[in-house]
């Protein structure tokens, strides 16, 4: 089969330029680029279309075409969406409508053949694959990653900030997009049962799908890359990875802890990665102080508690009030943060800390999947994982333990979480077994490329066999992306807080 992934947002090269330092270059990109390597791995032509971007702050995305080192069948294929600059993915709406779509089609003219499917990602994707399914007749796949709703929920949206929120991060346009992308779609991919039920469930999303419906839904767990991230491997990077690590430790731990056991935490300095809790059970836990140090893999910045120069604002937030903690609790010469960049260098590290029987911590405050602790499994570290979301299903089945999850909001919890793998070798050895076999056993990027593959195959068979028999018509706004048509505030707040508004307004 020929499958053109639909991924407008963030970018791809062959550098995996960006990863986790920008939040449009996070996990989605990731799960992209590793189901369109598997999938071409099966024997399928495969495509990851996306925006083309020609500004100098940005230059690896200015080709048209481009692909990864030895692998034949992936094209990454670049297309104007818009001006030429870097867009962040909020502001991609009207030009997936005037440009994006236009001109995927435009490129499989010229090529003289359509692909077979169009899995979408993210509302942006799912709205590309609406309006192509509209134009051709050719089914696409909805795989959300995070909803709108949920965000909404997060950010406190209400009637008195709603207007201020959704000009920064169109929300109209966004909740439309779902609405239509679940509604149109061949099948609508989540990671786990949770997902579907709890964030398709989402009132907002209501009349768009049926989350009782099993011809809508497909559960289709993201995997891990072992190649990268196995206990049994070694990179390029390996060496030079466990020589920057003992620098840094020799940098910020205190000369008689320096053999500790770590504490280790690699995810974005984002308030809902909520590294603060984590840090917090640290400094009020003096028995885990006595057994482990805290380190923190800070991305991009190398020592930003004492230098949050280049953090964006969210990250200064976190990073001030952790500093805060450190202080009071005097924590410096137990607590490490320092930059470790790119998947490589991030296994080299998993792989060498594990050695010196560390514990891997995730204490988000909700994860929909959880990918980063199943790859901390993988490379041998026993998982500390936070109870809300993907973690429950993926790292408990039954009575069985495969990760320790926690309550992420009580330190406490999970204080005694990470003592019960620092305190005991024989659990720590345990927990690290299971948790390894279990992502061997189900969370494989081989097994993702079959799952979607299969649902493929049958949408493609009959496009319409999974579809509501009535579809929600596609909105002006997305026909033509005009100021006079733009979705309004007043359509928002129906969707959003199910507040009738009568006609039209413009907020
Ligand atoms: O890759 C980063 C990611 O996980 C994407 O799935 C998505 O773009 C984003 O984070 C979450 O999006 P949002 O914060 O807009 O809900």
């Known amino acids: 089969m020929h499958i053109a992934f639909l991924n407008p947002q963030g970018n791809f090269d062959p550098r995996d330029s960006y990863w986790t330092e920008h939040p449009d270059f996070g996990g989605q990109l990731v799960y992209v680029k ?6 071409a791995e099966a024997g399928h032509a495969v495509d990851i279309l996306t925006r083309r971007i020609v500004d100098p702050a ?6 048209t075409e481009d692909a990864y080192e030895g692998i034949a069948n992936v094209r990454i294929i670049r297309l104007p969406a818009g001006p030429d600059q870097f867009l962040r993915k909020e502001l991609l709406w009207p030009h997936l409508v005037t440009d994006w779509v236009p001109n995927i089609l435009a490129f499989y003219e010229a ?20 309006l192509i399914e509209d134009r051709t007749g050719i089914p696409f796949t909805f795989t959300g990653h995070s909803l709108g709703a949920q965000k909404m929920e997060k950010l406190g949206v209400s009637v008195d900030n709603v207007a201020k929120l959704d000009a920064h991060y169109h929300f109209a346009r966004r909740l439309l997009a779902e609405r239509l992308s679940m509604n149109h779609s061949g099948v609508t991919i989540t990671s786990t049962r949770q997902e579907r039920f709890e964030q398709y469930g989402h009132t907002a999303y209501r009349g768009a799908i049926d989350v009782q419906d099993n011809r809508r839904f497909a559960v289709v767990p993201p995997g891990v890359n072992l190649a990268v991230f196995g206990n049994d491997v070694a990179n390029a990077q390996e060496a030079e990875t466990r020589a920057h690590v003992l620098a840094m430790l020799a940098r910020d731990i205190n ?35 006595e057994k482990a140090n805290l ?18 604002p969210a990250a200064k937030q976190v990073l001030a009030q952790i500093r805060e903690v450190v202080q009071s609790h005097n924590l410096w010469g137990k607590i490490a943060t320092f930059a470790l960049r790119g998947q490589p260098a991030l296994a080299a590290a998993y792989r060498f800390l594990a050695k010196r ?6 204490t988000a405050l909700y994860e929909p999947f959880g990918l980063a602790p199943l790859e901390a499994a993988a490379a041998g570290l026993p998982v500390v994982v936070t109870q809300n979301g993907g973690p429950s299903e993926s790292l408990r089945d039954a009575e069985i333990e495969y990760g320790v999850l926690v309550d992420p909001t009580d330190p406490a ?22 948790g390894r076999q279990r992502v061997l056993d189900r969370y494989t990027w081989g097994r993702t490329a079959q799952g979607y593959l299969a649902l493929i195959e049958a949408i493609v068979a009959d496009p319409k066999a999974r579809r509501p028999e009535k579809l929600l018509p596609i909105h002006p706004y997305f026909e033509e992306a005009s100021a006079a048509n ?8 129906e969707i959003y807080f199910g507040v009738k508004q009568g006609k039209r307004d413009k907020g």
Request: charge should be negative; aromatic fraction near 8%.
């Open 111 to 130: 090529e003289g053949k359509l692909p077979d499917a169009f899995p979408g990602h993210y509302a942006d994707g799912g709205l590309a694959g609406v």
């Open 58 to 63: 940005w230059p690896e995305f200015a080709a």
């Open 486 to 493: 733009d979705i309004t505030l007043g359509e928002l707040r």
């Open 295 to 312: 380190v923190l893999f800070t991305g991009a910045h190398n020592d930003p508690l004492r230098d949050d120069t280049g953090a964006n």
């Open 413 to 434: 919890d999970i204080a005694r979480g990470l003592l019960r793998l620092l305190c005991d070798p024989a659990t720590w050895a345990g927990f690290a077994q299971r």
């Open 357 to 362: 029987c560390s514990v891997f911590a995730l």
């Open 34 to 39: 590793q189901v369109a390597l598997a999938m």
């Open 255 to 289: 000369s008689d802890r320096r053999e500790l056991p770590a504490v280790i935490a690699s995810s974005r300095l984002d308030p809902k990665k909520n590294p603060l809790d984590l840090v917090r059970a640290f400094a009020q836990t003096p028995e885990l102080q």
